[in-house]
């Protein structure tokens, strides 16, 4: 099977081009139909030097930020306005994460001595002509950390790049990664553009495809950008693999911001493809800033009269709260369909309404607020979406972690026809935005080492794909959409990656996915 993604992929990539990440990113001009699964989506990973997605093709635009010379993970160099230090600096460039061997063809603007952790250094090149540097960088599968020091640049130097094997500089995406989704349908990306917790309001704050990193661990008091994955390059993943896009716009962007976006996608994405369009994310879910400002200003509305959050009697925080969430997705649509055009909802862009599947009534008060206050939910909102997870007790214990996850799918079906009959009421499809077994347990540390060895056990167990499966099958039985699993990789010692591993495909969650992809298309 993947030696059939990797050449639909590789033949994606000649046609379309990888597209230069020091330039405007490529629209690529030719109509598409959607590619991959129909019933499940995927969420996609952080942009880090330790994401077992290892998604960039380029690995220095996911690395560590670049840090005072010898002083790798400690104190930030000084960059330019584009992000490339203008001093000498040391850069992790993975960390934690092995398997990755192979020669690494680096290439930068300046001249330095460039020194690594062991790891051989080959064919050391300076072009004074040009001012330009290249080095190979031969790394083994054993190397679990790679930290790079550039002394003597004079100040600094740019344009570095580390091309993983048999990769190009023009491409943006490790090939492994691209045949990885190719399963798939649609792309959430709010982990890849560092969604939680966003202190972005502007569109002058976003990142940019030119900056030199768009690594998510890019510290968000530190840099006048956003970091993480720009748009221009979550636009080009869909572009380039033939998958609609599912965005969630930060909490505080304004609706310039919003303008801004909503034209990108309009003249950028493919034909043929669609954008889901969700307000932040988890703005129910009080462990995220998002939550405590958008109460706040839902409080200080509320009690400046605000005739949408206060249309009835229900005068409780958090139904101001999420009767804004609600008002704000409208606003956010209608200038989705200035820039697209009336006739684009639904078939262009598709907004949904993320809510808490624990508290169905909170979600039912604010779309009867929107039926009273605007008219039919289905007039602005695609869907409702909440996130069904398998959340159970973790004793250490990967027999007990599988048992529980089993007792859990027994109870399913009966909270799936409760929710589903509060559902009716929205008028409107229900979908997954997140979901899978959540096996984290307490945060105690004294057992924390064991939790993470049972979790990595159960994850590994042949037993997972017929839990996972029936969990699933339970979702699409019960009559609801799309399910956008969480997420795509993540070590298997955490509770949520179909696979731990870019190039591995073949694990028992993943089988259980292709199971129903096969099922329900």
């Known amino acids: ?309 206060t249309w009835n009697a229900q005068n409780i925080n958090g139904y101001w709260a999420a009767r804004r969430v609600a008002r704000r997705l409208i606003q956010i649509g209608n200038i989705f369909k200035e820039v697209m055009g009336e006739g684009a909802f639904g078939t262009r862009f598709r907004p949904v309404y993320a809510t808490f599947i624990a508290n169905p009534t909170l979600t039912a008060d604010a779309m009867d607020m929107v039926r009273a206050r605007y008219g039919p939910p289905r007039n602005y909102f695609h869907a409702v979406a909440v996130a069904p997870y398998q959340l159970v007790p973790n004793t250490g214990d990967a027999a007990a972690l599988l048992a529980s996850l089993r007792s859990f799918n027994a109870a399913t079906e009966y909270f799936y026809a409760e929710f589903a009959a509060h559902a009716r009421t929205y008028e409107l499809p229900i979908i997954a935005y997140e979901g899978g077994p959540d096996m984290t347990g307490d945060f105690d540390p004294a057992t924390e080492q064991a939790r993470y060895a049972a979790v990595e056990a159960a994850n590994n167990d042949p037993a997972m794909e017929e839990i996972s499966y029936q969990f699933l099958k339970q979702w699409f039985d019960a009559g609801f959409g799309g399910f956008a699993w969480y997420k795509i990789t993540s070590p298997y010692s955490e509770s949520w990656g179909l696979t731990d591993r870019v190039n591995r495909t073949d694990t028992p969650k993943m089988r259980a996915v292709r199971r129903i992809m096969q099922e329900r298309g």
Not at 49 to 55: E, G
Request: aromatic content about 8%.
């Open 1 to 309: 099977m993947l030696a059939g993604l990797w050449a639909g992929c590789a033949a994606m990539l000649m046609a379309c081009g990888g597209g230069g990440a020091d330039s405007a990113l490529p629209l690529e001009q030719t109509p598409t139909t959607r590619t991959g699964s129909t019933a499940i989506d995927i969420n996609l990973d952080l942009a880090t030097d330790y994401s077992r997605s290892q998604m960039l093709a380029d690995m220095v635009k996911a690395a560590r930020t670049f840090n005072k010379l010898y002083q790798a993970g400690g104190p930030l160099a000084n960059v330019d306005s584009d992000g490339w230090p203008t001093e000498d600096f040391s850069l992790i460039l993975f960390n934690g994460i092995d398997r990755l061997g192979g020669v690494y063809k680096a290439s930068f603007t300046g001249r330095a001595d460039v020194a690594a952790n062991g790891v051989p250094l080959t064919g050391v090149n300076y072009t004074q002509a040009s001012n330009t540097s290249s080095f190979d960088l031969v790394i083994s599968d054993a190397d679990s950390t790679v930290v790079l020091d550039f002394a003597n640049t004079g100040n600094g130097v740019r344009n570095l790049k580390i091309m993983r094997p048999g990769h190009t500089t023009d491409e943006i995406w490790n090939r492994a990664f691209l045949a990885l989704l190719q399963p798939f349908g649609t792309l959430r990306s709010k982990d890849t553009t560092v969604t939680d917790d966003s202190q972005i309001a502007t569109w002058s704050q976003r990142r940019r495809p030119t900056d030199a990193q768009w690594t998510t661990l890019l510290a968000k008091d530190t840099v006048t950008r956003e970091p993480g994955i720009p748009w221009e390059a979550v636009i080009h993943l869909s572009n380039i693999t033939s998958k609609d896009a599912w965005v969630s716009i930060p909490h505080q962007a304004d609706d310039d911001y919003v303008r801004n976006l909503a034209s990108l996608l309009h003249t950028t994405l493919r034909p043929g493809l669609k954008v889901y369009v969700e307000y932040s994310n988890e703005v129910w879910n009080g462990i995220y800033q998002q939550h405590d400002w958008n109460l706040a200003a839902a409080v200080a509305e509320a009690g400046a009269g605000d005739p949408d959050l």
